[in-house]
């Protein structure tokens, strides 16, 4: 997990600093969850390798679903149900996969360069990803590519001229697959923007009460953008970039570091961006099938990340991650009707 850590300090880096968990904040919700869900998790296995797993939300029925050499993770499930999309490290690429729900019947389909962060059309046949360049912070580099998973043919989203000036990244199609959010580089730090799938009508829509961090001296930043089930909300993640952090830089400064961590939370906005407010600490934000909010938060007792959800009753861990163990993300699989 650790090399991937250290290409990747914003999308797959949760596990390195310890903050304490907070209340996840409850999102209205009209389901009742009668059932365990599943999902599809990456974490290590043994060998210290990210294999694909799949299990109830209480972490019962774990069972591996890859067995790759170098590891798996950054899982997206098709909104069918059918079909499991990740990325797979083969060779010297991070590559872009696919297979049935069960694991089976896996290929390739891009098999050069670094692609992250993969997500479906709700159409369950194309998908969007971003296509990066190695680097501290691999969003500072990056575009924005749409793909039909059966012809394989590809491009870039955006065929807006104007909008590929800039690094758009973490790319997220609405459920009613009519804008994607995305994060972009265009306002002179990276935020959350939402637009139309070609990348016109583009808007900024969470802006932050400061670019900068008046004590660390480093801009605030945002990343990680997911769309809640209905469509009314995003949550993404707002902080300082880890790549200001000792690990990153170079030079030994705990308590620097200590308040960068302190930096990281999580954010929800409405999709007319009107609305804005603070969910809690944390990273790596998602969305239950029923319209809940998850964070992770590093847990120094299990030595690993501690994924935590609301639910009618209160907050609860999601024990998907086993002690001692890395992970490389999270899906849920869809809810049957």
């Not at 060998?47 to 299990?55: A, D, P, V």
């Not at 190695?134 to 989203?157: A, C, V, W």
């Not at 306002?187 to 923007?193: A, D, E, K, L, V």
Request: charged fraction near 25%.
């Amino acid at each position: 997990m650790k090399p991937i850590i250290n290409l990747l300090p914003r999308i797959v880096a949760i596990g390195i600093l310890f903050v304490a968990p907070t209340l996840a904040e409850k999102i209205p919700t009209t389901r009742t969850v009668t059932k365990l869900r599943e999902l599809i998790v990456s974490h290590t296995d043994d060998k210290g390798i990210l294999q694909l797993y799949r299990m109830k939300e209480d972490g019962s029925g774990s069972q591996q679903i890859t067995n790759s050499k170098r590891g798996c993770q950054m899982p997206s499930c098709s909104p069918d149900g059918k079909k499991l999309l990740y990325v797979e490290r083969i060779g010297h690429a991070l590559s872009l996969c696919i297979a049935d729900i069960d694991g089976k019947n896996a290929r390739v389909l891009i098999d050069k360069g670094v692609n992250l962060i993969p997500s479906w059309v709700p159409d369950s046949l194309h998908i969007v990803w971003m296509k990066t360049q190695p680097g501290r912070d691999p969003s500072q580099k990056s575009q924005i590519y749409l793909m039909n998973t059966e012809t394989r043919e590809s491009r870039r989203l955006f065929t807006d001229l104007e909008q590929l000036k800039f690094s758009n990244s973490m790319p997220v199609v609405s459920p009613k697959g009519d804008q994607v959010a995305f994060v972009s580089d265009r306002s002179g730090h990276m935020r959350i923007w939402i637009s139309s799938l070609d990348g016109s009508n583009a808007k900024l829509i969470s802006t932050p009460k400061v670019d900068l961090h008046e004590v660390i001296k480093a801009p605030i930043e945002q990343k990680v953008p997911a769309w809640s089930p209905d469509g009314k909300w995003i949550a993404h993640w707002e902080g300082v970039e880890m790549i200001h952090m000792s690990k990153f830089t170079g030079v030994p400064n705990p308590q620097r570091d200590q308040l960068i961590s302190k930096t990281f939370h999580v954010w929800m906005v409405s999709s007319d961006g009107k609305n804005r407010r603070k969910v809690g600490r944390g990273d790596d934000p998602s969305w239950s099938p029923d319209g809940f909010v998850t964070r992770a938060f590093p847990d120094p007792k299990k030595g690993g990340p501690k994924i935590m959800i609301e639910s009618k009753s209160g907050a609860k861990e999601l024990p998907i991650v086993p002690s001692r163990r890395s992970w490389g993300r999270f899906t849920w699989l869809p809810s049957p009707d």
